[in-house]
């Protein structure tokens, strides 16, 4: 990522192409998504052993964010 960093930064004396970053920036993308895919239904779980209405509450929301992750990745 350091180089990434480099590479993008202005006045650099590297020259860098837009299409050598495609590579980094969908790794980059994709490992993002990743992460929170797998938080949310976390967020849902952890509701459900402290109290039925807790559960009941984190649900609707983990549905709501992954809803709006997908309309987010899509658009």
Known sequence: MTTLLFATTPGTPMKSDPSSLLMPRLVGT???MLGILTMTPIISIFGWPKSRKMGIATTPM????????ILMSIV
């Open 30 to 32: 994709a490992t993002f």
């Open 62 to 69: 983990r549905v709501v964010a992954l809803i709006s992750i």
